[in-house]
């Protein structure tokens, strides 16, 4: 989904395999607001055993 003011990625990831052996949905969603860029991630687990995950973000910011 994109507008003017956000974005939203997804991955359904609904078929394990053998790299990655569990089902789960990772979204991202962007938006840009008054004040800046709002970031909001989210990962779930749609399998029936459980899942290692971690999320991990590296924030750059710069002044111009």
Known sequence: ?????HAV???DHAQPNADWPWCFQA????RLGPH?????VSLTN?????MPAS???????RTV
Not at 36 to 40: A, E, P, R, W
Not at 55 to 61: E, L
């Open 46 to 50: 749609t399998s029936q055993a459980l």
């Open 36 to 40: 800046g860029l709002d970031v909001t």
């Open 9 to 11: 990625l997804g991955l």
């Open 55 to 61: 999320i991990g973000c590296t924030i750059v910011a």
């Open 1 to 5: 989904v994109r507008e003017n003011d």
């Open 27 to 30: 979204q991202i969603a962007l």
